[in-house]
């Protein structure tokens, strides 16, 4: 797996205007996650891997790269962040994102029902509700 | 115009979206587009291109030689399939397949002035709020027809049925899917956020394209809040005068209820 070459040299071309962090749906609910400041660690090479790991909170909406107005592709610094992380297997999403890759490589497509079960955890009890609403309409069913 | 396609479903619509899928067929077969069923493999999920490269083009490799094989350009119902079929044929180079999602092919491909004749029902001083998400906007490059900041497709063609609809800042962000399985707290937060705002602004529904908003707005929607969220093809079956049950209706988890009353009955 190659990390995709993101170059240093945008480090200079970051305004630091924070319009990414502003329209940032995540940066609203949790003050830690900081696009501006990811981007500067990042290019300045700064970063530690307790700093990265909030990156798997990002969820890919591209409202940053979209609104940046010196086209810093964040969204792609993000993709590395996780890819990082991936490798060395930390951080809150490492286990969704394992399962569901070795669920797809050995069903060919998404096996909904089999994901589900094996991310069931501890507040499982909380979400009973919702899980049997779905069961009834028919909709966590294989094939 | 389109006569015959190759169907990309998805996977999120053979299983906990089937109500995407029943209406998608419903519609294909009212306005006459063939839709060809292959044995696709998974796109991939918008997920695993950023951490398994070599998967992502393993599966992807996979369903464009099916295409090729074929000949056919394909229709997806689910924005992330889209996307990841974008990308794919971007770094495989095989310009020749065209991936045209669903709302793309009606309104571009099929035309409006063509659909005009079919529509049955309308959908007269009902407001509706249209729920775009993020990947049928963005990247710019893979959605040349909307705006990625201000869109209108939606909003174009819940008029043209003739409904009311809403402006709310909330329309053209994230629903919060991705961070279901990181941080279910802020995932919800995220979903509820949309259906307050949507809801304040005096929407009775909800429409949006893509299969992955609408189960993370509907099933994990305060229970308070009662808003129906239903997918593009829901909206434009009802308007054909497609039957409730056809359409999956039934199998939304908010209740459409008030839709059956208001247009079956």
Known sequence: MEIKYISKNLFFSCLQCAQCTSICPISKLNQNFNPRKIVLKYLSETLDLIDIEIAWLCVDCKLCTEVCPKKIPIDEIMANLKLKLYNKQVGSGFKHTKLFIENIKKYGILNEKKLVFKLLNYDFIKDLPIYIKVYFKKKLYWR | ?265
Request: proline fraction near 4%; glycine fraction near 6%; hydrophobic fraction near 40%.
């Open chain 2, 1 to 265: 115009m389109i006569k015959k396609i190759a169907y990309f479903n998805g996977c999120v619509a053979q299983q906990s979206a089937k109500e995407n899928n029943m209406a998608t067929r419903a519609i294909c077969r009212k306005i006459g587009i063939e839709l060809v069923d292959l044995p696709f493999h998974c796109c991939g999920g918008g997920l695993i291109h950023q951490v398994d490269q070599k998967t992502f083009q393993e599966l992807n490799k996979y369903n464009l030689n099916l295409l090729l094989n074929e000949k056919l350009d394909v229709l997806t119902i689910c924005s992330i399939c889209n996307y990841s079929l974008k990308l794919a044929i971007n770094s495989e180079n095989l310009k020749m397949i065209k991936v045209i999602s669903l709302e793309e092919a009606i309104i571009l491909e099929f035309g409006l002035d063509r659909l005009e004749k079919f529509i049955k029902k309308r959908f007269d001083n009902l407001k509706i709020a249209p729920f775009y998400g993020c990947r049928s906007l963005r990247p710019k490059e893979f959605n040349p027809f909307n705006d990625s900041l201000n869109p209108y497709f939606l909003k174009d063609f819940i008029s043209f049925l003739g409904g009311d609809p809403i402006d709310y800042s909330h329309s053209k962000k994230c629903c919060g899917f991705p961070d279901l399985y990181v941080n279910k707290k802020i995932a919800i937060k995220m979903a509820n956020d949309i259906i307050y705002d949507a809801s304040n602004n005096g929407s009775e529904l909800i429409v949006t394209p893509c299969p992955l908003c609408q189960m993370m707005l509907d099933i994990y929607q305060n229970k308070k809040a009662k808003i129906p969220i239903l997918h593009f093809s829901q909206m434009l079956g009802i308007a054909l005068g497609i039957p409730y049950k056809e359409l999956g209706l039934d199998m939304n988890i908010t209740s459409t209820k008030y839709l059956r009353r208001k247009f079956y009955e």
